[in-house]
């Protein structure tokens, strides 16, 4: 009869929490600050989370009014997790969150350009070409809060063949007063063909519902919670108690395109 070896069951648990550990490691996020040119010369500031060969499918993150790409700290290596690289980007409209100050709000500032949300359509365009010049073989998704979010859908309608796909959190037509017209949004999003999710808080539906039914794409989507919900992407942060709500929705739309 032979022998037969006994592993103990600690070294076991010890084995099964290395392997845990080297392959939570091996896709950990490696956050770089980076800094690139609009096409005005604004220096434009932004981090990348980057865990996934180039060509994994990359996400353009831009944050809500007055904030910076301190928006997305707890969002981004999240996304990483589940098989997204990621670039979080100052627009020129914006201020401070979660500590991080707006570096390209303050570089516009200098150099007296104006900051309003219709002025930051540029550095959005700035970040979209130096993600497909840097990323090729990329799918690009472009997600956006508050004005930035109603910026990628004008994006995605008005550059087809660059993008392929876009999350939106409380997007809407912020635009009248600043010369871009009532229907600023509405106009662009008649073209959008790639996939677009559609998110807000749950009273803010009016804002973005006009938008959202003049996309002809047949893969759109719109969640609204059952609870009060969050303005923005901050509606993903875990301080909100229906964040899992949101990252359920947001998950299943990534999962199913990307």
Excluded at 165 to 187: C, N, Q, W
């Amino acid at each position: 009869m032979k022998n037969t070896k006994v592993i103990a069951p600690g070294r076991i648990f010890f084995a099964v929490f290395l392997l845990f550990v080297t392959a939570s490691f091996c896709h950990a996020a490696q956050k770089e600050t980076i800094t690139f040119s609009s096409n005005d010369s604004i220096t434009i500031t932004a981090d990348i989370y980057k865990a996934h060969p180039d060509d994994a499918p990359f996400i353009l993150l831009f944050h809500q009014a007055g904030w910076s790409r301190g928006e997305y700290k707890e969002t981004a290596p999240k996304l990483n997790r589940l098989g997204f690289n990621c670039m979080a980007v100052d627009q020129r409209s914006g201020g401070e969150v979660n500590e991080v100050i707006n570096q390209t709000k303050l570089e516009a500032d200098k150099a007296g350009k104006k900051t309003t949300y219709i002025d930051a359509l540029a550095d959005l365009e700035a970040a979209l070409k130096y993600a497909k010049t840097k990323f090729p073989k990329s799918k690009i998704i472009l997600w956006g809060s508050s004005y930035s979010a109603a910026l990628v859908i004008k994006i995605a309608g008005d550059h087809v063949d660059l993008i392929d796909g876009v999350l939106a959190f409380s997007p809407g037509e912020y635009f009248k007063d600043l010369g871009g017209g009532a229907d600023y949004i509405t106009k662009s999003a008649k073209n959008v063909k790639c996939p677009l999710f559609v998110t807000s808080a749950k009273n803010e539906k009016s804002y973005w519902e006009d938008i959202f039914n003049a996309v002809p794409s047949k893969s759109k989507y719109s969640f609204l919670p059952k609870t009060e919900g969050s303005h923005g992407s901050r509606a993903l942060w875990s301080k909100f108690k229906d964040h899992k709500v949101y990252w359920n929705e947001v998950e299943g739309f990534l999962k199913k395109y990307f």
